[in-house]
């Protein structure tokens, strides 16, 4: 795969086919931009109407050229696509960027078409960039290739970029040039029919000119293998990804847009936390934190300083600091004493430090020096607000001095300096970045920060628990049964059974089918109990009134037992009324797990209180299997009311293992058998003494077969 | 006041005290800046050292200037300022400017110099904006004034604009100069020792050239004042504030910064949307709010039609406008009908409506057209990403000719375009905002929706409940009774006691000091019951496992008396065991009511849901005392967990009236008592039964008289 990302990245010749009558001005800016950026390799024309393009000499078609060619940029009509590309096939062509529109993006017609494509290219054994993309950029000094119709060379630099729009990659590389960020490699891939963004991250992962990754995603072609090679490239090379189509109306113009099925957010936002991809939600933050790792280490921790020469600002950066997440320690006493004897004592001498309106580069120095060294810091921010007063310049140059060689991650904030930028682009050139607004910081900081926690973290474990032969037989005797009768959904005690056969602890029923009965059964399971209507089936039973917990005593079982006849009402003709009992479980707090199959990201895994907290707040957390033993730690508690099991108002913490082993158990059982469509544990009932954690019910839904 | 204040903003003459040697620079700069500006009055340096300052003859003091002074402007050094403003008051000046720091904001000296400075202000009948301020600015064509000490001359406009931080104040009006908003009036109120922010709100309510009001904040000096003023300025100039000191850290920073109290940020919050001000958190926001503010109206509704030439921006759009609550109705058939023939089939005829690549003027003038008519759209969003084919100011100037005149909101979005900013200029010169992110459009949108949703929605009213004078003494007695016995802790029956006095239905208690007194007590009131302890006197009863809930028969009630004695153990010299018995309110949803007074809002009425929800999830909301009838249901409805009281699964919506009523009814009871610190209602069971909406527990601290 790298020789033949390479063949296309690094080519040596290239042949840039319908290079100037086909497709009006685009071919023309595709030549001008290769000649422009210094291509180190040849490049020909191929276009059967003008012998010259851009003073070039031009051949009708690509067995014309005299050359061997690496890779071939196809520009013309969508007609003349699949003909072109053949071409390139029997001259010998390894690589294609197909930049022509009106394939699988336009309709049935349009996927036919890519299909024919594609054909070509496993025929002659090509790979393919495209079809409908902008194009590829790779910058290193050997290559210098700018194979895009844009209007912009892109400055060399060691961030790599991959997008899937090429609006967005165009509108990205115009930003990046006015903020002077600089690429390794840009990919823009289009349909993707065959090359993926996945194939391009394991390439860019390789890339010695590529220290980071930009992506502008809408998509994902095959998520579980992208959080995979996320995980991985993560470790080294960090991954910033805006992934549009984020709401429910969003995806919809997304799908309209790329004729692909677009992502469930929950199943992006797990997908992107698994993979330990930092994610953001506009273009604007994407460049905020590609400035910052461009040029700073990540930060080691959380812990940050603010230096301002001005109040106002200090305190909208204390504000988004804080509410982002971040800590701000007050300085040390020795810090404050150093401090003491050179700054103005109208100083405020805490976090933020305000050296007040005065301060100049001296002050700067003198508090930088005193803070960068104070192991309780890992972040610096030089706040900066030019009075008429102050020299910028020597501000700028005084905290490059200071803050040269520091460990800590530093990132400016200069204010309303708008009209003197040396002094910023002072401090850029020596690899500190500036930002106008304080917020943009605290934003950028946190985000590297919690990627920090990511780094640090445990990789985790895929566990297998050992599923006696007999038991998964059981598992599987009550799926195909369920089958067997045509009924796709499995509830009550056979839910159960399935539970207990991968030993999730949970609460048995006793049937019984009328009220003498009941109490028999009650007698047996001990009180207090739950009485739920078995049959004739009900689906919503709470609402229904099918349900009577906490009944203390025979009396009460029997008043609920003729109560549940009662509501039941009339019976359809073989029907015949049925109630389950169970154990009460009491004291705990009620839980909800589950599986969803998402159409693009397979199964999901699901946490969540109960009851109104699922239902009302959404506070659950999903994660997509396969899960390790820390993610299943993490999703019981990322979510907003952890503290209701973590020990709340003098409450013990219930037994976080149970549940962990629990989600990791239907993991497996997902893994096991590939038939479900969902599964619901609702209550699992969480509690700090073990054996009161149990399911209480649960649902399996089968797929259809 | 209004007059006062003229003779600031309007001066006829000025004189600048200090204006070159004491302060350095900025004395130069100032006088530099009233000549830029062409101020349309008299200027006359006062400066002991020198006779001439920029070419203008100067004078020792205020007194020797030999015309009459409407406005001085300190600059002298802090320890001279006094002096300087007692002979500014000799002399018959009307208002002071005083730039000069080392008040208030220092500390303790300073306060009582600022104090000093405030009585010869009042001696003399002079108003004055600061000390400690960085000026202040008036653009009207027959004042040209520019009494500031910064770089920018700040472009005339309808913007004014009032800063609490001088350096906010600077880095504001720069950054506004690079994006071409221009000002009407603008004030550094500084330490607000005599001239509030309220003030120059009410002035710039009456100013002709104001239509929409910024302010940079960082504490309120009157906040309930402010809410007046706001509440009725909003209604025909909107106002738009970033309040800094928002977080806890962030108020720490503020009040050491600014020498005040800074405001708990569910105050402010309740304070800007009780007086209709638009919040922003950020000075980015600030502008990209005011950009459309000073073009466009407010948008009738939250209905928006994007109009795009590339997909990616489409999306980012789609998903940014959706996550802020604003609503993308699909294109009609009529208007899908209209557009086919003319536009690319391959274009996707839905919202956002994807004209694709190769549209250029003539499309978004065909497209627009037949979009700006449609009533189901309040705001429209065109969008262009410009690619090489294309003629940018064509777009432009077809954008503008479609969307001329018409009444909704247009904001436009132009990515990526910044090496030709021609075509986004033009737009702006006819009045039609740019911004490069569809994001920053999504966030000022959403909050112009909800200002239109404040201005349309009934204003409320202040209610107020007959109360009984023998109800109304019976409340008194209660607390009287309290501050006798040196108890600012009311809990129990008396505190229930007072809520009946005002009307609020609460369970009454029943009382008994053993286990046969107790089934005697419960067989009165009806099972079942809760039974607590009431004395010895215990704080958190249900922790310390204190009260018994759902007894429900004798047996129970007697078990439960002699295991609570069991509990209290042993009792001390004097005391004796009692139990409190209630009717248990079974099926409702536990709510919360409450009053804290905050330092600097006065009485904040608190409502949320019971338990976790206000524990842990802090889902709870606030608003300033007094409170409005529409205050009241908007308190209830604007918890996260509205859905909860609203009717959820199936259950009936609860009794809000009962709630509303309840809320107003605290709101009158702080009114006619000054004397709680603290009023919790907790919980209060709301229902769709209305007698069974019931206030179980409450709890009254006293303040210390």
């Known amino acids: 795969m790298r020789k033949e990302l390479d063949s296309i990245f690094k080519p040596r010749s290239i042949a840039v086919i319908g290079a100037s009558t086909t497709r009006g001005k685009i071919g023309r800016e595709m030549i001008h931009n290769i000649l422009l950026a210094e291509f180190q390799g040849k490049v020909f024309p191929v276009n059967p109407g003008s012998p010259v393009v851009h003073s070039i000499k031009a051949y009708s078609t ?20 699949c003909e072109a590309a053949r ?8 690589g294609l960027v197909v930049i022509s529109a009106g ?3 336009v309709g049935k017609e349009g996927k036919k078409r890519e299909l024919e494509l594609l054909a070509v290219c496993h025929e002659y054994g090509m790979r393919m960039i495209g079809p409908n993309c902008f ?18 060379n892109p400055r060399a630099g060691r961030v790599g970029f991959i997008t899937q729009s090429g609006a967005m990659g165009e509108a990205i590389m115009n930003h990046a040039n006015e903020l002077g960020i600089g690429f390794s490699l840009i990919a823009s891939i289009g349909n993707k029919a065959d090359i993926s963004s996945n194939d391009i991250l394991d390439y860019m992962r390789d890339d010695p000119n590529t220290d980071i990754i930009l992506m502008y995603l809408e998509n994902f072609g095959n998520p579980q293998n ?29 799908s309209s847009h790329t004729g692909a099925l677009a992502g469930l957010d929950v199943g992006v936002d797990a997908l992107f936390e698994q993979g330990g991809v930092l994610r953001v939600d506009t273009v604007e933050e994407l460049f905020d934190v590609a400035a910052a790792l461009s040029k700073q280490p990540i930060p080691k921790g959380k812990r940050v300083a603010v230096v301002t020469n001005a109040g106002g600002p200090g305190i909208l950066a204390t ?44 002050e700067f120095k003198l508090t930088l020096d005193a803070i960068k060294d104070d192991p309780r810091y890992d972040a610096i921010i030089p706040i900066f607000v030019p009075p008429v007063t102050i020299d910028q310049m020597d501000v700028a140059r005084n905290i490059q001095k200071s803050l040269e060689g520091t460990d800590k991650t530093v990132l400016a904030c200069f204010m309303g300096a708008g009209e003197k930028p040396e002094a910023i682009e002072y401090l850029k050139e020596h690899n500190i970045p500036v930002y106008i607004f304080p917020e943009a910081i605290a934003k950028t900081l946190a985000l590297l920060a919690e990627h920090r926690e990511w780094l640090n973290k445990p990789s985790g474990k895929y566990k297998t628990f050992k599923i006696d032969k007999a038991d998964k037989a059981e598992a599987e005797a009550v799926i195909e049964n369920a089958y067997a009768k045509g009924d796709l959904s499995i509830v009550g005690e056979e839910a159960i059974r399935i539970l207990q056969a991968y030993g999730i602890p949970a609460a048995g029923y006793e049937y019984a089918s009328n009220a003498k009965e009941a109490v028999a059964a009650a007698d047996k399971i001990g009180y207090p109990v739950v009485m739920k209507i078995n049959s004739p089936p009900i689906l919503h039973k709470t609402e229904a009134g099918g349900v009577m917990v906490d ?24 029907e015949k009324f049925t109630v389950g009992l169970q154990k009460m479980v009491a004291g705990g707090i009620e839980t909800v797990m589950g599986v969803t199959i998402d159409p693009s990201f397979g199964p999901l895994v699901m946490f969540g209180l109960g009851g109104i907290f699922v239902e009302v707040m959404k506070d659950v957390s999903f994660r997509i299997n396969p899960i390790t033993d820390t993610e299943a730690k993490e999703m019981i508690r990322s979510i907003k009311s952890y503290p209701v099991l973590s020990g709340f108002r003098g409450t013990k913490p219930v037994n976080e293992k149970i549940i962990q082993d629990t989600l990791l158990k239907l993991s497996q059982l997902v893994r096991d058998f590939d038939c479900f ?29």
Request: hydrophobic share 45%.
């Open 62 to 81: 690509a067995l014309d050229v005299p050359d061997a060619v690496d890779l071939a940029i196809i520009i013309v009509a969508k007609e003349h696509v």
């Open 87 to 94: 071409l390139c096939g029997e001259k010998g062509v390894k």
């Open 103 to 105: 394939f699988s993006e």
């Open 135 to 152: 194009g590829i950029v790779n910058t290193s000094p050997d290559v210098r290739l700018n194979a895009t119709f844009g209007k912009i």
């Open 226 to 254: 992208f959080t995979l090679i996320a995980r991985k490239i993560s470790r080294s090379k960090p991954i910033i990804a805006v992934k549009s189509g984020r709401t429910k109306l969003g995806a919809m113009a997304a």
């Open 319 to 362: 504000d988004a600091l804080i509410s982002n997440g971040l800590e701000m320690p007050p300085l040390s006493p020795a810090t404050i004493k150093k401090l003491k004897k050179s700054i103005s004592a109208e100083a405020s001498f805490s976090n933020p430090m305000d050296m007040v309106a005065g301060a100049g580069g001296r």
């Open 551 to 574: 009944l203390r005593n025979a009396d009460e079982v029997r008043e609920a037992g003729n109560e549940l006849e009662r509501r039941v009402g009339k019976l359809k003709k073989g």
């Open 677 to 705: 469509s969902e599964i619901d544990i609702n209550p699992f009932i969480a509690s700090a003494d073990a054996s009161a954690c149990k399911a209480v019910d649960a649902r399996f839904i089968l797929q259809k077969r």
